[in-house]
């Protein structure tokens, strides 16, 4: 890959010769959760030049065509430059001075006059992790609030339940190098070729070198990932969880569980009266025989001839699975999420190389800066719950807070949180780097409960690099550092930082 | 203007066919890899919006092409021609 790299290098500079005198820094991009290493070319302080990183371990020298564009991010005329407040509905801009002293006025009022739950946070996969942890210690260690949330709330919380409620912590235990080693590959609700490039281009490579690799897609869509594949599953949107009952019970009509694996490693549970109960192998093959391949073709749509291949393939393993949004972000999502663990864990398809339930993440950061950090209302770093009071302790103890800040019960999840905002029970909010007011649901309330001029109007600061559809409703407008202006550390996908 | 280097990965069988059909591409050019399933691609176009819709569009659709990735891509001539440079201070 570095031969490729440095070819593609000597012919633009043969081209252009432009070259002359420019200094070359290590970065990581910073648009998705690939995590490509790249190498930023710049001349003083303006960026001129972008490529991939030759020695990056996993990427090796390979960035997609977002990346062309990270130089261009930085310097655009568009981006915010000044604190601005707003003054009966226009924006004026004020000093840094000024802009620090309202916000931590209104952030103060607000937590003496209705205490600590008044306030909020917001945060972002974008945030540099550095940016997260800080926000979760003052929010949780320092004035004493579990609401503290962030946009992966809207994407990654259906595997975040998963892998929680499947393995008992959150984060996958896969890593690109699996790529390698499979000989089945899952793409469940992936656009890999176009969100994830470089990790496509991967898993192309590896079929190209070794022709008995086999991929299953897995999605309504036919989208660029369905040519590679060796079967596509194309279900009525929605009813994918069908699709998987069925490959199970294929798998386990036709002998192809890992009867061994299932004995020392698997419990199979239901949940009766809002309780997880055992119910064992047994209990988990008869519910799965009300989903043959010719049920869940009458439901999903998908051929049963499609389904037995399926699940025939995903059998020849070592088996790895990607999946993304098409599986996260719905409705039974973690249910979604916990039917790709059961395939693994029934097979013994995890935790060996080539071997892995995988949930990609769509956000440079939402692993490393919301995920590790604990960056959402019922969590605290590092797989740590507010809910045990060991946890809490620890961190206490960590962070220098007084014993007994950090308050046991989670606090307002995303959309509770807006909710509370709306209703001017959040007296004061701070949103760091993401847009709710354009990517949250049921949006005109949301945009209201930010913006709408009304009496004890909750006060709302923004963070951000350019303008969006929730600065333009905000009360206060700071400038965000972008990616090459700040140091800081991205987690990506395969949690390396 | 701006000036990428990229790679696009092939289809093994039919690789010399779509290398002339990329090389039809207005604003690309191939040029030999070490591995087979690849073909170096440099492409020169107006601005980046540009090249981004040759590789994305152009490039990945042609026939025999599986993927297409940059490596290396210079932008300074489009950042000097004052468009994107101009800040309010």
Same mark, same amino acid.
């Given at each position: 890959?570095? =031969?490729?790299?440095?070819?593609?290098?000597?012919?633009?500079?043969?081209?252009?010769?432009?070259?002359?005198?420019?200094?070359?820094?290590?970065?990581?991009?910073?648009?998705?959760?690939?995590?490509?290493?790249?190498?930023?070319?710049?001349?003083?302080?303006?960026?001129?030049?972008?490529?991939?990183?030759?020695?990056?371990?996993?990427?090796?020298?390979?960035?997609?065509?977002?990346?062309?564009?990270?130089?261009?991010?930085?310097?655009?005329?568009?981006?915010?430059?000044?604190?601005?407040?707003? #003054?009966?509905?226009?924006?004026?801009?004020?000093?840094?001075?000024?802009?620090?002293?309202?916000?931590?006025?209104?952030?103060?009022?607000?937590?003496?006059?209705?205490?600590?739950?008044?306030?909020?946070?917001?945060?972002?996969?974008?945030?540099?992790?550095?940016?997260? *942890?800080?926000?979760?210690?003052?929010?949780?260690?320092?004035?004493?609030?579990?609401?503290?949330?962030?946009?992966?709330?809207?994407?990654?919380?259906?595997?975040?339940?998963?892998?929680?409620?499947?393995?008992? /912590?959150? +984060?996958?235990?896969?890593?690109?190098?699996?790529?390698?080693?499979?000989?089945?590959?899952?793409?469940?609700?992936?656009?890999?070729? +176009?969100?994830?490039?470089?990790?496509?281009?991967?898993?192309?490579?590896?079929?190209?070198?070794?022709?008995?690799?086999?991929?299953?897609?897995?999605?309504?869509? /036919?989208?660029?990932?369905?040519? =590679?594949?060796?079967?596509?599953?194309?279900?009525?949107?929605?009813?994918?969880?069908?699709?998987?009952?069925?490959?199970?019970?294929?798998?386990?009509?036709?002998?192809?569980?890992?009867?061994?694996?299932?004995?020392?490693?698997?419990?199979?549970?239901?949940?009766?009266?809002? /309780?997880?109960?055992?119910?064992?192998?047994?209990? *988990?093959?008869?519910?799965?025989? !009300?989903?043959?391949?010719?049920?869940?073709?009458?439901?999903?749509?998908?051929?049963?001839?499609?389904?037995?291949?399926?699940? #025939?393939?995903?059998?020849?393993?070592?088996?790895?699975?990607?999946?993304?949004?098409?599986?996260?972000?719905?409705?039974?999502?973690?249910?979604?999420?916990?039917?790709?663990?059961?395939?693994?864990?029934?097979?013994?398809?995890?935790?060996?190389?080539?071997?892995?339930?995988? =949930?990609?993440?769509?956000?440079? &950061?939402?692993?490393?800066?919301?995920?590790?950090? $604990?960056?959402?209302?019922?969590?605290?770093?590092?797989?740590?719950?507010?809910?045990?009071?060991?946890?809490?302790?620890?961190?206490?103890?960590?962070?220098?807070?007084?014993? $007994?800040?950090?308050?046991?019960?989670?606090?307002?999840?995303?959309?509770?949180?807006?909710?509370?905002? !709306?209703?001017?029970?959040?007296?004061?909010?701070?949103?760091?780097?993401?847009?709710?007011?354009?990517?949250?649901? &049921?949006?005109?309330?949301?945009?209201?409960?930010?913006?709408?001029?009304?009496?004890?109007?909750?006060?709302?600061?923004?963070?951000?690099? *350019?303008?969006?559809?929730?600065? +333009?409703?905000?009360?206060?407008?700071?400038?965000?550092?972008?990616?090459?202006?700040?140091?800081?550390?991205?987690?990506? =996908? +395969?949690?390396? *930082? | 203007?701006?000036?990428?280097?990229?790679?696009?990965?092939?289809?093994?069988?039919?690789?010399?066919?779509?290398?002339?059909?990329?090389?039809?591409?207005?604003?690309?050019?191939?040029?030999?890899?070490?591995?087979?399933?690849?073909?170096?691609?440099?492409?020169?176009?107006?601005?980046?919006?540009?090249?981004?819709?040759?590789?994305?569009?152009?490039?990945?659709?042609?026939?025999?092409?599986?993927?297409?990735?940059?490596?290396?891509?210079?932008?300074?001539?489009?950042?000097?021609?004052?468009?994107?440079?101009?800040?309010?201070?």
């Amino acid at each position: 890959m570095a =031969s490729v790299a440095g070819v593609a290098c000597q012919g633009a500079l043969a081209a252009g010769n432009r070259d002359d005198k420019v200094q070359w820094s290590k970065s990581v991009c910073r648009f998705c959760g690939t995590g490509c290493g790249v190498m930023v070319g710049h001349k003083g302080d303006k960026l001129v030049a972008l490529r991939g990183d030759p020695k990056h371990p996993t990427t090796k020298g390979l960035v997609c065509a977002k990346a062309l564009f990270l130089p261009k991010i930085v310097q655009s005329p568009d981006r915010l430059r000044h604190p601005m407040v707003r #003054r009966n509905g226009r924006y004026e801009r004020i000093s840094w001075d000024d802009a620090m002293d309202l916000m931590a006025d209104k952030f103060t009022d607000a937590i003496k006059t209705h205490g600590a739950d008044s306030v909020a946070f917001y945060g972002s996969g974008q945030a540099m992790t550095e940016e997260s *942890y800080l926000a979760n210690m003052l929010f949780k260690g320092g004035i004493g609030t579990n609401n503290v949330e962030g946009n992966p709330r809207l994407c990654m919380a259906s595997a975040v339940g998963g892998y929680v409620s499947t393995f008992g /912590k959150d +984060e996958p235990m896969g890593c690109y190098d699996d790529i390698w080693h499979a000989k089945t590959i899952f793409l469940v609700g992936s656009n890999t070729a +176009e969100c994830h490039p470089v990790i496509f281009d991967q898993i192309l490579a590896h079929k190209q070198k070794d022709r008995a690799v086999n991929i299953i897609v897995l999605d309504p869509r /036919k989208s660029p990932v369905a040519g =590679s594949a060796t079967v596509h599953l194309d279900p009525i949107p929605g009813y994918d969880l069908a699709v998987l009952h069925s490959m199970a019970h294929c798998i386990i009509r036709d002998g192809y569980h890992d009867t061994g694996f299932i004995d020392k490693n698997v419990q199979f549970k239901v949940v009766k009266d809002g /309780k997880p109960a055992k119910v064992g192998f047994d209990g *988990y093959v008869e519910f799965l025989e !009300g989903f043959t391949p010719e049920r869940a073709e009458m439901i999903s749509g998908v051929p049963a001839e499609k389904i037995e291949e399926a699940a #025939r393939l995903f059998t020849h393993g070592p088996t790895l699975s990607f999946w993304t949004m098409g599986l996260n972000q719905r409705t039974r999502g973690v249910w979604a999420n916990n039917l790709m663990h059961n395939l693994h864990l029934i097979t013994g398809q995890i935790g060996k190389p080539g071997a892995s339930p995988f =949930s990609l993440t769509g956000q440079p &950061n939402a692993c490393g800066g919301v995920r590790d950090t $604990g960056t959402l209302c019922h969590i605290l770093p590092y797989g740590r719950s507010v809910k045990k009071a060991g946890d809490r302790k620890a961190m206490e103890k960590l962070w220098g807070s007084t014993p $007994g800040t950090i308050p046991s019960k989670p606090g307002l999840h995303t959309v509770a949180m807006f909710k509370a905002l !709306g209703r001017d029970e959040i007296k004061a909010m701070l949103i760091l780097t993401t847009n709710p007011g354009q990517s949250m649901p &049921n949006l005109h309330g949301v945009r209201d409960a930010i913006g709408k001029p009304r009496p004890n109007k909750p006060f709302v600061a923004v963070i951000d690099a *350019y303008p969006t559809r929730t600065t +333009e409703i905000a009360d206060l407008v700071l400038p965000a550092a972008m990616w090459s202006e700040k140091a800081g550390v991205f987690g990506m =996908s +395969e949690r390396r *930082y | 203007m701006a000036i990428v280097g990229a790679f696009a990965r092939v289809e093994v069988s039919g690789r010399d066919a779509t290398c002339g059909l990329l090389d039809a591409i207005e604003g690309v050019s191939t040029f030999e890899l070490e591995e087979v399933e690849k073909v170096g691609l440099l492409i020169e176009a107006a601005d980046l919006d540009a090249v981004h819709g040759l590789i994305t569009r152009d490039v990945r659709r042609t026939r025999g092409v599986l993927g297409a990735w940059p490596v290396y891509a210079n932008t300074e001539d489009e950042l000097a021609d004052g468009r994107a440079n101009e800040q309010e201070d």
